[in-house]
């Protein structure tokens, strides 16, 4: 298996436009979770994904941020408009249902000029 | 509220010394327990885990780990370390709580400098 693939690796952008993070996940399993790193605040989970089906957003920061999973294999993450302050890592993970162990894609590397 | 540290922020072991991450959680059951490693550049890989059984967990890379329930304690530690094992290492715990089924809570993380 590829593993968690993520797209695009690295993204530089100017505050105010629209970025698009993508994320594929390991064939098989039906968590997907959405992660960002900074060294202000570490590791911080945005949202997961249970079987395509938001479970839990109370990690993604404001509006400006939405999540979507329309299919097993293929989930989005949106920031529209971004500012200089989303620039961060994004990390996608997936799991499945009765094994807590995620794997982690390579992370987008998001720069908002 | 369930929570997991790593009181060291930055540890320096020579090359060829032994090496120990701390790690302690507050969590009102046993739970499930996990360390990554994360090399520059690079997303979390998975070193060992614990869900039940023997404490004394065996890892990749030479790594083990050892559940210690009295202390609430999860610590990982290697034997002799290599200048690739310089990294930033986080410990996590499952929460298994109805609606956090899945999710993992991460430490803020010990960065690993290795000197000659």
């Known amino acids: 298996d590829a593993g968690v693939i993520q797209s695009p690796r690295h993204e530089v952008t100017e505050m105010g436009q629209e970025v698009t993070l993508r994320c594929k996940p390991i064939?098989?399993?039906?968590?997907l979770f959405w992660y960002r790193q900074t060294m202000m605040r570490g590791l911080e989970l945005l949202i997961y994904?249970?079987?395509?089906?938001?479970?839990?957003d109370s990690g993604m920061p404001e509006d400006r941020f939405s999540a979507k999973m329309p299919n097993a294999s293929f989930s989005t993450l949106k920031i529209q408009p971004s500012e200089p302050r989303d620039s961060a890592v994004y990390f996608c993970?997936?799991?499945?249902?009765?094994?807590?162990?995620?794997?982690f894609g390579p992370g987008t590397r998001l720069t908002v000029t | 509220a369930q929570s997991v540290t790593q009181p060291d922020i930055h540890i320096t072991v020579s090359e060829g010394a032994s090496l120990e991450l701390r790690c302690n959680y507050s969590?009102?059951?046993?739970?499930?327990l996990f360390w990554y490693v994360q090399s520059p550049g690079q997303g979390l890989q998975l070193l060992l885990k614990?869900?039940?059984?023997?404490?004394l967990v065996q890892g990749i890379k030479g790594f083990e780990a050892e559940f210690k329930r009295s202390q609430s304690s999860f610590n990982l530690r290697k034997p002799s370390v290599h200048w690739s094992d310089a990294a930033e290492y986080f410990c996590?715990?499952?929460?298994?709580?109805?609606?956090?089924?899945?999710?993992?809570?991460f430490g803020a993380g010990t960065q690993v400098v290795v000197t000659p």
């Open positions: 064939s098989g399993h039906d968590y």
């Open positions: 614990y869900f039940s059984g023997d404490t």
């Open positions: 994904f249970n079987n395509n089906v938001p479970i839990d």
């Open positions: 996590a715990v499952g929460l298994m709580t109805t609606d956090s089924w899945g999710k993992l809570q």
């Open positions: 993970a997936s799991s499945f249902v009765g094994n807590y162990e995620q794997y």
């Open positions: 969590y009102g059951a046993t739970p499930y």
